[in-house]
Each structure stands twice: as structure tokens, then as C-alpha cells.
């Protein structure tokens, strides 16, 4: 093993350690939890946050201006249920203590990948499914959100044949916030899963 590999595992063993203290800090004693995965500048999950207070709200990106930006809003209107955290998917899904519940987890217009062999890199697959799972509290949902036919498809494919949900075809999406970036899209497509 390579010493910069081994230098990579150090430090991702040390984000790990890092987002577990922060999880244990700002959402263990939460009794209802939600998490957007992919959050962007924190548009839709600061307006979910002031629409349910009684929820602690977790937004999760890979950028820093991003983060910055929606803790800046949470911060302006005083939201002590929202919180954004830089971190990638994976790191964030493997540090959570175990008990550490979700009710309600959203994906809205992550990458498409729209290469069929850049398809390894769409979130949602089975592996991420069966974790999300394991996550969320019994009655959970997962709402999922894209302007891409492809990647909407291939989600009602891989949440199909998953185990552990199963589409809501008359579920009501629980809060419409139009933001810039969705105003730039002609037409999405959407979904919510619950545990099957």
C-alpha cells in the first residue's frame, strides 16, 4: 500500500471521527430528524426549516461556498433546527451513531451522471438504499427529486426493486419551494419512497 493511500485512509478515518462528534453535538438529542443530501446554497431545506420547527434539519454538501451560504441564511433567521455540514455522502452515512434516526431524507437534483459508464457515480443505488434503510425511523420517506428522465428512471428502478421501499404513487410532496436554480429548469420529476 502506497504511503499516499495510507495517508488517504488516515484522513478519512479523521473526518469520520470529526462528523460523528459533530452529529453526536448538533442532532443526538433531536427527537425528529431530517436530512437533504445535496443541499446546494440551502434553499429548500432553510424554507422546510422555518415551516417545521419541530424538526432538525441537516443539510449536507460537498462545496464550502454552499455550506457557508446556507448556515449564512439559517443564521439571518434564526433557525436553531438547521444546520448545513460540509461532508461527503459516504463519510456522513458511516459516521452516524448507531440509534441515530432519520424520518424524512431528500435528494433533490443531484448529478446525473448522464454517461452510461459514469453510472457508478449516481448516489442512488442499491448499496445507498439498503444504508438509508438502516438510518430512518420505521415510518420514514425518502423524497427524491430530478430534472433528468434518465436518472428519474433509473431511481423508480432501483427503489423498485429494493427491499426495503417502495414508491407512494399518491404520496403529496411535502413542501414546494421554488428556488433560482429550479426556476432555470423547464420541467422535474419526483417521487417519494416509504419503507416497505
Known amino acids: 500500500m502506497s ?3 495510507q495517508e488517504a485512509l488516515r484522513q478519512r478515518a479523521e473526518r469520520i471521527v470529526r462528523l ?16 437533504e443530501i445535496g443541499c446546494g446554497h440551502g434553499h429548500f431545506l432553510t424554507t422546510y426549516a422555518t415551516a417545521n420547527p419541530e424538526q432538525s434539519c441537516v443539510g449536507i454538501d460537498l462545496v464550502t461556498k ?3 451560504k446556507g ?7 434564526n433557525l436553531g433546527n ?8 459516504s463519510e456522513f452515512l458511516e459516521a452516524l451513531p448507531e440509534g441515530l434516526l432519520f424520518e424524512r431524507v431528500f435528494m433533490l437534483f443531484p448529478d446525473p451522471w448522464p454517461k452510461k459508464r459514469h453510472f457508478k457515480n449516481r448516489m442512488l443505488q442499491p448499496a445507498f438504499l439498503e444504508r438509508l ?16 428522465e434518465g436518472l428519474f428512471a433509473w431511481g423508480v428502478e432501483h427503489i423498485e426493486a429494493s427491499p426495503q421501499w417502495a414508491i407512494k404513487a399518491d404520496a403529496e410532496w411535502p413542501l414546494e419551494e421554488r428556488s433560482y436554480f429550479q426556476d432555470l429548469m423547464d420541467s422535474w420529476q419526483s417521487l417519494i419512497a416509504v419503507k416497505a
Open 133 to 148: 434503510a438502516e438510518i430512518t425511523t420505521a415510518d420514514a420517506d425518502f423524497c427524491f427529486r430530478t430534472d433528468h
Open 20 to 35: 460523528r462528534e459533530w452529529q453526536q453535538e448538533h442532532l443526538a438529542r433531536a427527537e425528529r430528524r431530517v436530512l
Open 71 to 77: 448556515n449564512a441564511k439559517a443564521e439571518k433567521r
Open 66 to 68: 454552499r455550506i457557508d
Open 3 to 5: 504511503e499516499g493511500y
Open 82 to 89: 438547521l444546520r448545513f455540514l460540509k461532508a461527503e455522502l
